[in-house]
C-alpha cells in the first residue's frame, strides 16, 4: 500500500512537470530564464493537485484491477 502511494506520487510529480514545462514552452517561449521558470512553476503548482489525485487513483484503484 505504502509503495503504491510512492509510485502514484512519483509518477503525478514527473508527469505534471513535463506537462508544465510543455505547456509553458508552447505559451510563452523561450524569452527569458527567470520568466520561464517563474510561469513554469505557476503552472505546476495548480495543476499539480489535481495529477496527484488522479494518478493516486489509477494506482490504487484502477492497476490492482487490471
Sequence with gaps: MKRNFVVGFS???I???VMAFVTTLNNLGMTTASEF???WFGAFTLALPLCILFALM????IKPRL
Design 58 to 61: 489509477m494506482t490504487l484503484f
Design 15 to 17: 508527469m505534471e512537470s
Design 11 to 13: 509518477m503525478a510529480v
Design 37 to 39: 521558470a517563474h510561469n
